[in-house]
Protein backbone atom coordinates (compact mmCIF):
# COMPACT_ATOMS: atom_id res chain seq x y z
CA UNK A 1 0.00 0.00 0.00
CA UNK A 2 1.65 3.33 -0.94
CA UNK A 3 1.88 5.91 1.88
CA UNK A 4 1.67 9.91 1.35
CA UNK A 5 2.30 11.94 4.94
CA UNK A 6 1.65 15.50 5.06
CA UNK A 7 1.13 18.37 7.59
CA UNK A 8 -2.46 18.81 7.17
CA UNK A 9 -4.86 16.65 4.92
CA UNK A 10 -8.51 17.79 4.08
CA UNK A 11 -11.50 15.26 3.36
CA UNK A 12 -13.70 16.66 0.95
CA UNK A 13 -13.71 19.38 -2.10
CA UNK A 14 -16.79 21.29 -1.47
CA UNK A 15 -16.22 25.34 -0.52
CA UNK A 16 -15.13 24.96 2.91
CA UNK A 17 -12.47 22.14 1.68
CA UNK A 18 -11.12 24.16 -0.95
CA UNK A 19 -10.94 27.21 1.18
CA UNK A 20 -9.09 25.46 3.53
CA UNK A 21 -6.77 23.85 1.25
CA UNK A 22 -6.08 27.95 -0.61
CA UNK A 23 -5.14 29.14 2.92
CA UNK A 24 -3.50 25.99 3.83
CA UNK A 25 -1.20 25.99 0.65
CA UNK A 26 -0.52 29.71 0.99
CA UNK A 27 0.67 29.25 4.27
CA UNK A 28 3.31 26.77 2.91
CA UNK A 29 1.61 23.87 4.47
CA UNK A 30 1.73 21.65 1.61
CA UNK A 31 -2.06 19.88 2.61
CA UNK A 32 -3.07 17.21 0.61
CA UNK A 33 -7.31 17.29 -0.33
CA UNK A 34 -8.97 13.94 -1.08
CA UNK A 35 -11.66 14.40 -3.04
CA UNK A 36 -14.36 12.22 -1.77
CA UNK A 37 -16.99 10.53 -3.10
CA UNK A 38 -18.60 14.15 -4.67
CA UNK A 39 -16.18 15.97 -6.09
CA UNK A 40 -16.71 19.47 -5.37
CA UNK A 41 -19.61 19.01 -3.28
CA UNK A 42 -23.36 19.88 -3.05
CA UNK A 43 -22.54 23.29 -5.44
CA UNK A 44 -21.98 20.67 -8.45
CA UNK A 45 -25.71 19.81 -8.72
CA UNK A 46 -26.44 23.65 -8.70
CA UNK A 47 -27.20 25.68 -11.43
CA UNK A 48 -27.73 29.48 -10.91
CA UNK A 49 -25.71 30.40 -7.61
CA UNK A 50 -27.03 34.48 -7.31
CA UNK A 51 -25.66 34.75 -3.93
CA UNK A 52 -21.88 34.22 -3.51
CA UNK A 53 -20.30 37.31 -3.06
CA UNK A 54 -18.27 38.90 -6.16
CA UNK A 55 -20.52 37.83 -9.22
CA UNK A 56 -22.86 40.70 -10.33
CA UNK A 57 -24.86 37.97 -12.31
CA UNK A 58 -25.54 34.53 -11.32
CA UNK A 59 -22.72 31.69 -11.86
CA UNK A 60 -22.93 28.55 -12.32
CA UNK A 61 -22.50 25.80 -9.53
CA UNK A 62 -20.00 23.19 -11.11
CA UNK A 63 -18.31 25.98 -12.65
CA UNK A 64 -17.76 28.22 -9.45
CA UNK A 65 -16.27 24.75 -8.22
CA UNK A 66 -14.35 24.02 -11.12
CA UNK A 67 -12.58 27.40 -10.19
CA UNK A 68 -12.33 27.28 -6.48
CA UNK A 69 -10.68 23.44 -6.70
CA UNK A 70 -7.88 25.04 -9.52
CA UNK A 71 -7.26 28.08 -7.43
CA UNK A 72 -6.16 25.59 -4.77
CA UNK A 73 -4.24 23.50 -6.70
CA UNK A 74 -2.57 26.66 -8.48
CA UNK A 75 -1.64 27.55 -5.10
CA UNK A 76 0.36 24.44 -3.84
CA UNK A 77 -2.43 22.20 -2.73
CA UNK A 78 -1.94 18.54 -3.60
CA UNK A 79 -5.62 17.13 -4.76
CA UNK A 80 -6.07 13.67 -5.02
CA UNK A 81 -9.19 12.10 -6.68
CA UNK A 82 -9.91 9.33 -4.29
CA UNK A 83 -11.90 8.59 -1.11
CA UNK A 84 -10.82 7.85 2.32
CA UNK A 85 -12.41 4.58 3.67
CA UNK A 86 -10.88 3.93 7.06
CA UNK A 87 -9.40 6.29 9.50
CA UNK A 88 -7.66 6.10 13.01
CA UNK A 89 -7.58 9.29 15.09
CA UNK A 90 -6.43 7.52 18.01
CA UNK A 91 -2.69 7.26 16.86
CA UNK A 92 0.25 10.58 15.89
CA UNK A 93 -0.12 11.43 13.24
CA UNK A 94 -3.59 10.63 11.84
CA UNK A 95 -3.89 7.26 9.89
CA UNK A 96 -6.38 7.14 6.45
CA UNK A 97 -6.57 3.92 4.24
CA UNK A 98 -8.37 4.99 1.14
CA UNK A 99 -10.38 2.99 -2.15
CA UNK A 100 -7.40 3.21 -4.15
CA UNK A 101 -5.60 1.30 -1.42
CA UNK A 102 -3.44 4.38 -0.53
CA UNK A 103 -2.13 4.98 3.15
CA UNK A 104 -2.34 8.80 3.97
CA UNK A 105 -0.47 10.24 7.29
CA UNK A 106 -1.32 13.44 8.65
CA UNK A 107 -0.46 15.73 11.53
CA UNK A 108 -3.76 17.21 11.51
CA UNK A 109 -6.75 17.02 9.65
CA UNK A 110 -9.99 19.48 8.19
CA UNK A 111 -13.12 17.55 7.60
CA UNK A 112 -14.99 19.48 5.27
CA UNK A 113 -16.94 16.41 3.96
CA UNK A 114 -20.42 17.85 3.51
CA UNK A 115 -23.68 16.81 3.38
CA UNK A 116 -26.17 14.22 1.15
CA UNK A 117 -29.33 14.62 0.19
CA UNK A 118 -32.22 12.67 2.51
CA UNK A 119 -34.48 9.98 1.18
CA UNK A 120 -38.19 9.70 2.32
CA UNK A 121 -37.62 5.92 3.32
CA UNK A 122 -40.34 4.06 1.76
CA UNK A 123 -39.93 1.01 0.19
CA UNK A 124 -41.33 2.18 -3.17
CA UNK A 125 -38.72 5.12 -3.29
CA UNK A 126 -35.82 2.64 -2.86
CA UNK A 127 -37.69 0.32 -6.08
CA UNK A 128 -37.67 3.81 -8.41
CA UNK A 129 -35.19 5.72 -7.50
CA UNK A 130 -33.41 6.53 -10.92
CA UNK A 131 -36.35 5.25 -12.49
CA UNK A 132 -38.24 8.54 -12.07
CA UNK A 133 -37.42 9.31 -8.27
CA UNK A 134 -34.83 11.53 -7.79
CA UNK A 135 -32.59 13.77 -5.51
CA UNK A 136 -31.26 16.11 -8.36
CA UNK A 137 -33.02 18.47 -10.98
CA UNK A 138 -29.98 19.82 -12.04
CA UNK A 139 -28.73 16.13 -13.28
CA UNK A 140 -32.50 14.81 -13.97
CA UNK A 141 -35.01 17.94 -15.25
CA UNK A 142 -34.38 16.96 -18.75
CA UNK A 143 -35.27 14.00 -18.95
CA UNK A 144 -39.08 14.58 -17.91
CA UNK A 145 -39.53 17.54 -20.90
CA UNK A 146 -43.24 18.62 -21.26
CA UNK A 147 -44.00 16.04 -18.58
CA UNK A 148 -45.63 16.22 -14.92
CA UNK A 149 -43.22 15.89 -12.24
CA UNK A 150 -43.35 16.67 -8.21
CA UNK A 151 -41.31 18.33 -5.77
CA UNK A 152 -41.55 17.28 -1.83
CA UNK A 153 -39.91 19.50 0.70
CA UNK A 154 -40.66 23.43 1.60
CA UNK A 155 -37.21 25.32 1.90
CA UNK A 156 -34.75 26.45 0.26
CA UNK A 157 -34.02 23.51 -2.01
CA UNK A 158 -37.17 22.29 -2.41
CA UNK A 159 -38.43 25.45 -4.23
CA UNK A 160 -35.07 25.88 -6.69
CA UNK A 161 -35.37 22.04 -8.06
CA UNK A 162 -38.89 23.06 -8.46
CA UNK A 163 -37.94 26.49 -10.04
CA UNK A 164 -35.25 25.05 -12.59
CA UNK A 165 -37.79 22.43 -13.22
CA UNK A 166 -40.35 24.17 -15.13
CA UNK A 167 -37.78 24.88 -17.48
CA UNK A 168 -38.68 21.50 -18.84
CA UNK A 169 -41.61 20.11 -17.24
CA UNK A 170 -45.11 21.46 -18.50
CA UNK A 171 -46.54 21.21 -14.86
CA UNK A 172 -44.64 21.24 -11.32
CA UNK A 173 -46.17 20.17 -7.75
CA UNK A 174 -45.08 21.06 -4.91
CA UNK A 175 -45.62 19.13 -1.84
CA UNK A 176 -45.11 20.36 1.77
CA UNK A 177 -46.28 19.02 4.94
CA UNK A 178 -46.85 22.22 6.24
CA UNK A 179 -49.28 25.29 4.90
CA UNK A 180 -46.67 27.58 4.41
CA UNK A 181 -43.03 27.28 2.87
CA UNK A 182 -40.05 27.84 4.86
CA UNK A 183 -38.07 28.85 1.83
CA UNK A 184 -36.28 32.50 1.48
CA UNK A 185 -38.84 35.15 0.58
CA UNK A 186 -37.44 35.95 -2.74
CA UNK A 187 -38.00 32.08 -4.03
CA UNK A 188 -41.33 32.20 -2.72
CA UNK A 189 -42.38 34.87 -4.44
CA UNK A 190 -40.97 33.63 -7.98
CA UNK A 191 -42.62 30.35 -7.14
CA UNK A 192 -46.27 32.16 -6.44
CA UNK A 193 -46.39 34.09 -9.24
CA UNK A 194 -44.50 31.00 -11.87
CA UNK A 195 -47.57 29.56 -14.01
CA UNK A 196 -46.54 25.86 -13.91
CA UNK A 197 -46.21 25.60 -9.97
CA UNK A 198 -48.93 24.50 -7.87
CA UNK A 199 -49.03 23.39 -4.56
CA UNK A 200 -49.98 20.38 -2.14
CA UNK A 201 -50.13 22.04 1.07
CA UNK A 202 -50.18 19.81 4.36
CA UNK A 203 -49.25 16.68 2.93
CA UNK A 204 -47.06 14.09 2.53
CA UNK A 205 -46.06 11.67 0.44
CA UNK A 206 -46.91 7.45 1.54
CA UNK A 207 -46.64 5.63 -1.36
CA UNK A 208 -45.10 6.16 -5.02
CA UNK A 209 -47.24 4.00 -7.47
CA UNK A 210 -44.78 2.75 -10.28
CA UNK A 211 -45.53 0.61 -13.21
CA UNK A 212 -42.72 -2.11 -14.04
CA UNK A 213 -42.49 -2.45 -17.83
CA UNK A 214 -40.87 -0.07 -18.86
CA UNK A 215 -39.95 0.34 -15.08
CA UNK A 216 -41.08 4.09 -14.53
CA UNK A 217 -43.44 5.70 -11.83
CA UNK A 218 -46.82 7.22 -12.79
CA UNK A 219 -48.08 8.39 -9.70
CA UNK A 220 -48.41 9.51 -5.90
CA UNK A 221 -50.21 8.08 -3.23
CA UNK A 222 -50.36 11.77 -0.76
CA UNK A 223 -51.66 11.58 2.59
CA UNK A 224 -53.12 14.80 4.80
CA UNK A 225 -50.87 15.59 7.58
CA UNK A 226 -54.42 17.48 8.95
CA UNK A 227 -57.50 14.58 8.74
CA UNK A 228 -55.31 11.65 7.12
CA UNK A 229 -57.03 11.73 4.12
CA UNK A 230 -55.68 10.07 0.91
CA UNK A 231 -55.51 10.70 -2.74
CA UNK A 232 -53.54 10.27 -5.72
CA UNK A 233 -51.64 12.39 -8.25
CA UNK A 234 -50.82 11.35 -11.48
CA UNK A 235 -46.86 12.04 -12.70
CA UNK A 236 -44.38 10.98 -14.33
CA UNK A 237 -41.23 11.80 -11.69
CA UNK A 238 -40.52 12.87 -8.09
CA UNK A 239 -37.87 14.97 -6.78
CA UNK A 240 -37.12 14.69 -3.20
CA UNK A 241 -35.62 17.87 -1.79
CA UNK A 242 -36.31 17.27 2.45
CA UNK A 243 -32.85 18.40 3.47
CA UNK A 244 -29.62 16.49 4.31
CA UNK A 245 -27.55 14.41 6.24
CA UNK A 246 -23.86 15.13 7.17
CA UNK A 247 -21.54 12.70 5.74
CA UNK A 248 -20.00 12.00 9.22
CA UNK A 249 -20.45 8.04 9.39
CA UNK A 250 -16.50 7.63 9.18
CA UNK A 251 -15.85 9.88 12.29
CA UNK A 252 -18.61 8.76 14.47
CA UNK A 253 -16.26 6.35 16.96
CA UNK A 254 -13.51 9.74 16.80
CA UNK A 255 -15.53 12.71 17.40
CA UNK A 256 -18.14 13.98 19.42
CA UNK A 257 -21.59 14.23 17.74
CA UNK A 258 -24.73 15.55 18.06
CA UNK A 259 -28.09 13.05 17.93
CA UNK A 260 -28.34 14.30 13.78
CA UNK A 261 -25.04 13.29 13.41
CA UNK A 262 -23.05 17.07 13.07
CA UNK A 263 -20.00 17.14 14.06
CA UNK A 264 -19.89 19.36 17.74
CA UNK A 265 -17.42 22.17 17.75
CA UNK A 266 -15.81 24.58 20.32
CA UNK A 267 -14.30 27.93 19.00
CA UNK A 268 -16.17 27.64 15.49
CA UNK A 269 -14.21 24.64 14.04
CA UNK A 270 -12.73 22.79 16.87
CA UNK A 271 -13.94 19.16 17.63
CA UNK A 272 -12.54 17.06 20.14
CA UNK A 273 -10.28 16.06 19.55
CA UNK A 274 -6.96 17.92 19.21
CA UNK A 275 -5.22 19.17 15.58
CA UNK A 276 -8.74 17.68 13.85
CA UNK A 277 -10.70 20.48 12.61
CA UNK A 278 -14.71 20.60 10.86
CA UNK A 279 -15.52 23.06 8.37
CA UNK A 280 -19.36 23.50 6.58
CA UNK A 281 -22.13 21.36 6.40
CA UNK A 282 -20.56 18.32 8.47
CA UNK A 283 -20.90 20.88 11.63
CA UNK A 284 -23.19 23.96 10.59
CA UNK A 285 -26.51 23.28 10.42
CA UNK A 286 -27.77 26.86 10.94
CA UNK A 287 -26.49 28.39 7.87
CA UNK A 288 -25.72 25.32 5.34
CA UNK A 289 -24.90 28.50 2.78
CA UNK A 290 -21.75 28.45 0.17
CA UNK A 291 -20.20 31.13 1.74
CA UNK A 292 -20.29 30.14 4.96
CA UNK A 293 -18.78 26.86 4.46
CA UNK A 294 -15.70 28.94 2.50
CA UNK A 295 -15.73 30.94 5.99
CA UNK A 296 -15.18 27.97 8.16
CA UNK A 297 -12.67 26.47 5.64
CA UNK A 298 -10.72 29.88 5.90
CA UNK A 299 -11.07 29.56 10.15
CA UNK A 300 -9.78 25.74 9.96
CA UNK A 301 -7.01 27.10 7.70
CA UNK A 302 -5.92 29.10 10.30
CA UNK A 303 -6.44 27.46 13.51
CA UNK A 304 -4.62 24.67 11.60
CA UNK A 305 -1.60 26.52 10.72
CA UNK A 306 -1.47 27.89 14.08
CA UNK A 307 -1.48 24.03 16.19
CA UNK A 308 1.08 22.67 13.97
CA UNK A 309 3.39 25.90 15.00
CA UNK A 310 2.11 25.10 18.35
CA UNK A 311 3.50 21.22 17.92
CA UNK A 312 6.75 22.05 16.49
Known amino acids: MNNNHTK ?41 VENYPGFANAVQGPWLMEQMIDQARNVGCNIINDNIREINLNVSPFIFKSDKEIKYTAESLIISTGASAKWLGLESEEKYRGFGVSACATCDAFFFKEKIVAVVGGGN ?33 RAFENEKIKFFWNSSIAEIIGADNPKKIIGLKIKSTIDDHFSELEIDGLFVAIGHKPNTKLFENFLDLDNEGYIITKKQVFTNIKGVFAAGDVHDKAYRQAVTAAGYGCMAAIEAEQYLELKI
Open 8 to 48: LLILGSGPAGCTAATYAARSNLNPILVHGNQPGGQLTITTD
Open 157 to 189: TAVEEALFLTKFAKKVFIIHRRDKLRAEKILQK
